[in-house]
Structures are given as C-alpha cells and as structure tokens.
C-alpha cells in the first residue's frame, strides 16, 4: 500500500531564516506530487505541483519554491521566511491521469514564523 | 473559474442527531467531487467521492449524491458521533490529461458533536 510521509512535524523558525521541508512517498511510481498551504482556520491552497522529476508549476507568485530532486521526493524551501509564511503545509500525491485522480495527503508540517 | 461553496461552520449538533453539509460548485466540464474530513492536527483524508452524476459517494455512514442539475454534493450523515467532529472540505477535481488533477477545495466546515 501507499503511504506519504512529511518531516519535519512541526517547526518553530525566526524571521529571515531559511526552510526545507521534505515529503517522501512509498508504495507507487511516477506520481503527481502537490505542496499545500492551510492558513490558520482557512481553507487550502495550492502552491506548487510536479508531474515528474525536476518538472514544477507553480500556482501563486511567493517567497517559497520547490523541487523534485527523485521521483518520490518533494521538497519545499525559502531562503528567506516571512511571518505571512506561518502555516500548516500539506504535500499530497495522485495517480497519474487513466487512473483515479484522488489525492491522497500526508500528515503536515506546522510552520511558525517569529 | 471552477469553484466550491460550501456552508459556514461552526455546526455543533447533539450525538445521534441528523447532519447535513451543503456544498455546491461551479465547473465548465465534468469534475470528479469529493468530501475530505481533517481531525485535529492531521492531514486530510479522503471520506468520498463521486465522478459522474448521480453517483452516491459512501463511507462511515456519510453519503453524497452528486447531482448535476443542481451543482450540489451535499454531505449527509444519519446519525453522528462525536468522533465525527473535524473540520469537513467540499472539493472537485479538473483532470488534465495527462497533467496533474487540480483540486479545487472549499473553505471548509468545522463540526463539532455534543456528547
């Protein structure tokens, strides 16, 4: 079976300081691979997905990139958080399209920025 | 462009009692929808899914009914619990071939049941 993992679990950062987050997925290959935000008490968005390695779209202009450096890795980074940065990060993996296009989602990543 | 409504929480209930959660979209095409369910301090899971009209969506006791004619997936559940209480998304998903699905969530709905 599939899982997807996400580390680190919670993170505590200042200001101006760098990030990377990791999300690995096991169990399936050559997915589509997504990176979320969830604001506190808001819904999600969208930041960036990947259709394959070293392959990224990003969805909205911000301080925050991401990178695919191995078909089940997917990292996101800033050199330089913001305090807007603060915020519950989700990565999220699908099937590529013939089959179902659920996605499914990995634990989180809480991020606060002081 | 596509989009969710979904309706605004807080919804506290009693145990036992009888729950709906509307959601309505907005899509040029033929979207796949879902319900996602996040209990606190996790990711989210997916609860169902529908992915073409009149299909019924069910698990753990909540169903949805994908109804084209009016936009609507409404969650439903005959009698909660009050491990059911987590913060409810409405979404749909635009296929793209053979690029990734894009899904599309509401703002989400926060339940809470009552012992």
């Known amino acids: 079976s599939q899982t997807i993992h996400q580390w680190p679990a919670t993170l505590v950062q200042p200001v101006g300081s760098p990030l990377s987050l990791e999300c690995t997925v096991e169990g399936t290959s050559n997915p589509n691979l997504y990176w979320y935000r969830q604001a506190a008490g808001r819904g999600l968005q969208l930041l960036f997905y990947?259709?394959?390695?070293?392959?990224i779209s990003s969805e909205v202009p911000q301080n925050l990139s991401a990178s695919r450096p191995q078909d089940r890795q997917f990292i996101l980074s800033s050199k330089k958080l913001l305090l807007s940065d603060s915020g519950f990060y989700l990565c999220?993996?699908?099937?590529?399209?013939?089959?179902?296009?659920?996605?499914?989602f990995g634990p989180g990543t809480r991020l606060t920025v002081l | 462009g596509d989009s969710v409504t979904q309706m605004e929480g807080p919804v506290t209930l009693s145990e036992e009692a009888f729950l709906t959660i509307n959601c309505t979209y907005t899509a040029t095409g033929y979207p796949s929808l879902f319900w996602y369910v996040q209990y606190p301090g996790e990711g989210l899971q997916l609860l169902l899914k529908a992915t073409k009209a009149d299909d019924k969506g069910s698990n753990k006791g909540f169903e949805a009914t994908y109804r084209k004619e009016t936009t609507s997936f409404h969650l439903e559940k005959g009698s909660v619990q009050v491990s059911d209480s987590a913060v409810y998304f409405c979404a749909l998903s635009d296929q793209r071939g053979s690029s990734a699905s894009k899904i599309i969530f509401g703002s989400g709905t926060r339940l809470s049941i009552r012992p």
């Open positions: 999220a993996w699908s099937v590529k399209a013939g089959g179902t296009d659920t996605q499914y």
């Open positions: 990947s259709v394959g390695i070293g392959q």
